[in-house]
């Protein structure tokens, strides 16, 4: 990085974090102070559950319809790891053009805009250099949706500006790190009629959708309970040190302690259960975490004693624990783990009255699912014939022929529709394509999006109260209605054909 550059990252940081009164109001990441003025903000003894009228001209944006966009004008801010891919994944969707890009980086810019130039003979405008350049890149190409793949911390304040240039907003996860940021998310998104989808990607995974669609089946009953992780061994990530994902994630890591990544396993439970959709919302949550030494361990392990990663004083609990209780009683534990060596895990569990479907690897189990086990015939109880024999619920239906019967006959219809372009396309196995696919399609027949603001607020939520409970002992926290009473009128998200 050179020193005008840096001066400038300075700079900019006096200028545009005003971060003790206001929101964490920053577009850029502001090294470990942001961090540390967001757990400062997120334990803080204040009354979670407080939630103020909606604004005369605001409206409910559970199920709402934006008018249709013939072609969608998509604008990308942030091209790093996350954001390239993303943008190249436009490329293969219909009904759509990829504008403008913009990044701190100006060598960033021009490779994806090289790539989309290459590919589609029109070169995206590019904006760079200032971590401020997007607000002329929307006041100046005026795009119908941008997505935001920039550090955390920014990305409240970037869909804000986003939705306030007339913009619908699009961010990857979480939406913002402190509830005062994600009440101004929504309340910005009420006030401008804005969609502002939090990009929870994991919802649109084969396995994920297909539960979804056996749990609209009824195949497990009425729901109970679900188990959501984000289990991912990340330290390496501390090797990029000046620019890339380590070089401000890891500030996190030292200054907060929670889960601070809690989308990506709760997102698909939250919609199985419907909550924030008319059957049930979050209420409370208690979290405890771990002790933390793996990040600190590593530090010492792989940087030299006066690197910079050795002198933070790692605080957040290396595995993550936590508790969410809704509001018809159901129970959710949510984990998360980026330091500890072990296999990658997001849980994705769903438990009814007649049986459980899980991940990590696909099994399932229940009346209604296990071959031998069945409701009437008293099969599936202890003692059985499909113990001995035949499995039942007490053994988990499992391996390489139980998941191609599965597919076989659950696959959720989007699946079996985007399934094999998803694949061709990639991005987390295919997820990613089907997602902004997604995206796409709404905008362009003007549908309500999979993914309501207040439901990314919901599951973002789960960052600052989890800091909060872990700061308090384990102390219950209530989760803020987002909705303002207002969910019990939004419909569950269908299956989508
Ligand atoms: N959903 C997923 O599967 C998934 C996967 C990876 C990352 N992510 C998320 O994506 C986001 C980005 O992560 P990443 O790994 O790409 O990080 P990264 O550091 O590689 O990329 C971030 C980019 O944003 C740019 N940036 C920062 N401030 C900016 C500003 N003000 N204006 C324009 N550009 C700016 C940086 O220059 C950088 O290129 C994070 O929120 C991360 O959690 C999600």
Known sequence: MNMRYQLKRVMGMVINCTMIFGG????????????????????APVDTAAVSPRPEGSIYMGGFRAPKIETVRVAVIGLGERGV???????????????AVCDLFDDATKKVADRVEKSTGKRP??????????????????????II?????????????????GAHAFTEVPMAITLEDIWRVVDTAERTKKHCMMLENCNYGRNELM????????????????????????RRQMFSEDRGCGSWRTNHYAARNGNLYPTHGLGPVA????LARGEDSFDRIVSLGSPAIGRAAYAKKRFPADHKWNKLQFKCGDMSNSIIKTKLGRTILVQWDETSPRPYDRKNLIQGTAGTLADYPLRVAGERISPGASETSGEGQPGGAEITGRGGYHEWYEGEK???????????????????????NGGHGGMDYIMLYRVIECLHNGEPMDQNVYEGAFWSAV????????????????FPDFTRGDWKKTSPLPVIQ
């Open 211 to 234: 539960f979804l669609n056996m749990v609209r089946q009824g195949l497990i009953g009425d729901l109970l309970h679900g188990e959501a992780a984000y289990i991912h061994e990340l």
């Open 271 to 274: 919609q199985y259960m419907s």
């Open 125 to 146: 405008a590019e904006y760079n250099k200032d971590p401020q350049a997007y607000k002329k890149m929307l006041a100046e190409v005026k795009p119908d949706a941008v």
């Open 402 to 424: 139980a998941e191609a019967d599965l597919y076989a006959k659950y696959d959720h219809p989007l699946y079996k529709r985007l399934g094999e372009e998803a694949r061709k």
């Open 85 to 99: 891919p993303q943008t190249l994944h436009f490329l293969s969707i219909p009904h759509c053009e990829v504008v």
């Open 149 to 165: 793949n920039t550090p955390w911390e920014t990305h409240a304040q970037i869909a804000i500006d986003a939705m306030e240039a």
């Open 463 to 478: 960052g600052p109260l989890s800091e909060k409970s872990v700061n308090e002992g384990g102390a219950p926290q209530i």
């Open 24 to 43: 964490l109001l920053c577009a850029q990441d502001p090294g470990p102070a942001g961090a540390e003025a967001a757990h400062a903000k997120n334990v």
